[in-house]
Structure formats: structure tokens, C-alpha cells
């Protein structure tokens, strides 16, 4: 089992930057793909960007340049550093954990989930 406590959003200006932590409790997180999704009202669950355990990465293309994904396995946390934020970039952002080592884009394949953490911002 993995509890997953986000961290880090909060209400920041367009052009302006946040960083978002998720820190992972149980003994998978190391050996599993760790992503942050985010869920604008009325629209779907979406991947923003992924990462396997020997950190191969995947964005979306809409923050592609804008956002880096690192993470830490000694200390069991995945962190979002968010750059140039759009007011399109406002959304609930949620972490999650796939147990099989394979970055996959669907939601429903993710094991584990954080409470999500809001983030807003402003024009």
C-alpha cells in the first residue's frame, strides 16, 4: 500500500511559478512510475507529466518546456516544478502512482492517489 501526501499549490499570477511535492509513503514508490495528473471544472482527468523509476520522463504537450518532473527515491518524493504558469494551467492536481513500470497516459491504470492540491492562476 502507498499513501501519497501532495503538497505546494496555492494562487500565483500568470508568469509566475510553484512547485509541487508528493511525498510517498510504503516500499513501491522507488520501483514504480510516479505521475501528477490535473482536473479543470468540467473537464477530464489529464496527464501532465510521469516518471518511471529510472527516470525516463513524459509530459504533456501543452507543458512541454514549462514543467520538470524530478524525484527523489531516497527520500520517497516526486516533485512538479511549474514555470511560466497559464491561467490554463488552473486545475486540481492530483499525484499518482502506477505499481507496473510502464508510463501510460490513462488514469484508470494509476494504483495509488494523493487528495490533489488546488492550483490557481491568475490573468
Known amino acids: 500500500q502507498v499513501q501519497l501526501v501532495e503538497s505546494g499549490g496555492g494562487l500565483v499570477q500568470a508568469g509566475g511559478s510553484l512547485r509541487l511535492s508528493c511525498a510517498a509513503s510504503?516500499?513501491?514508490?522507488?520501483?514504480?512510475?510516479a505521475a501528477w495528473f490535473r482536473q479543470a471544472p468540467g473537464k477530464q482527468r489529464e496527464l501532465v507529466a510521469a516518471i518511471t523509476s529510472a527516470g525516463r520522463l513524459n509530459y504533456a504537450d501543452s507543458v512541454k518546456g514549462r514543467f520538470t518532473l524530478s524525484r527523489d527515491n531516497a527520500k520517497n518524493t516526486v516533485y512538479l516544478q511549474m514555470n511560466s504558469l497559464e491561467p490554463e494551467d488552473t486545475a486540481v492536481y492530483y499525484c499518482?502512482?502506477?505499481?507496473?513500470?510502464?508510463?501510460?497516459?490513462?488514469?484508470?491504470?494509476?494504483?495509488?492517489w494523493g487528495q490533489g492540491t488546488q492550483v490557481t492562476v491568475s490573468s
Open positions: 499518482a502512482v502506477r505499481k507496473v513500470n510502464i508510463i501510460v497516459t490513462s488514469s484508470e491504470r494509476y494504483n495509488y
Open positions: 510504503g516500499h513501491t514508490f522507488s520501483s514504480a512510475v
